[in-house]
């Protein structure tokens, strides 16, 4: 099995005190460096596209794969004004023999390997799996004014991570149409289940934290004694 992996690293940190994300240290490394030296772990990936802003093309690849000898980190290319942009743009550069691939948020650096390799697995089956983990909290469903319109039922609600994977074609197919009808989604499998795929859910890990507001960032550095 041949997997190519999507590392979207290209949003600007609007909610993290205006700093681009992954290059806020923790543990004296960038986020970014510490995701992609756990993806480098893994031995079921075959090569890893990052995709950042277009002005930290040279930084990354002076400052974080050069540096950290991320050797499986085989292209660095600029990504778009959304995440939907930089996916694509990421999937028009994958090994044409990738059977799958693996998209995982740049800023998400406390991925497991045994939950990397069940999302792998449910996707080698269904053709698309994604990592979740069940809310724990009552959810509502608010209007344009903010007044509660109904409470949804917790046990049917589950709260997405990535990594999600799907088949490749299956993937470039579901961009391709969104991209043809000028929808833009919240996550890859949201494109996915828009062309009729059925998403298998895998369970995930409240660990697999994305950095997105300050708050994360002081969580990350208790979690982080287990980076070197």
């Known amino acids: 099995m041949n997997i190519s992996a999507i590392v979207p690293a290209a949003g600007r940190g609007t909610r993290i005190g205006g700093e681009d994300k992954p290059y806020l240290l923790l543990r004296s490394k960038p986020i970014l460096a510490h995701t992609l030296f756990v993806l480098q772990s893994f031995d079921f990936l075959n090569e890893i596209i990052l995709v950042v802003h277009k002005t930290k093309l040279?930084?990354?690849?002076?400052?974080?794969?050069?540096?950290?000898?991320?050797?499986?980190?085989?292209?660095?290319?600029?990504?778009?004004?959304?995440?939907?942009?930089?996916?694509?743009?990421?999937?028009?550069q994958i090994d044409k023999k990738a059977n799958l691939v693996f998209i995982h948020d740049g800023v998400r650096p406390f991925l497991s390997k045994e939950i990397a390799a069940e999302v792998i697995r449910g996707a080698e089956r269904y053709?698309?799996?994604?990592?979740?983990?069940?809310?724990?909290?009552?959810?509502?469903?608010?209007?344009?004014?903010?007044?509660?319109?109904?409470?949804l039922l917790r046990q049917k609600v589950w709260s997405i991570q990535t990594p999600q994977v799907f088949h490749c074609d299956l993937l470039i197919k579901a961009y391709e149409q969104a991209n043809k009808e000028k929808i833009k989604a919240g996550d890859d499998a949201e494109l996915v289940e828009r062309i009729g795929q059925l998403v298998k859910i895998v369970q995930g890990d409240y660990r697999n934290i994305k950095i997105t507001f300050p708050e994360d960032l002081i969580f990350a550095q208790g979690l982080g004694q287990k980076f070197r």
């Open 58 to 92: 040279d930084f990354c690849r002076k400052e974080i794969i050069e540096k950290y000898k991320l050797n499986k980190v085989k292209k660095i290319i600029a990504g778009g004004a959304t995440r939907f942009d930089s996916v694509f743009n990421g999937l028009q």
């Open 127 to 151: 053709k698309a799996a994604v990592a979740a983990f069940p809310c724990i909290d009552t959810l509502k469903e608010i209007n344009e004014q903010q007044f509660v319109k109904r409470t």
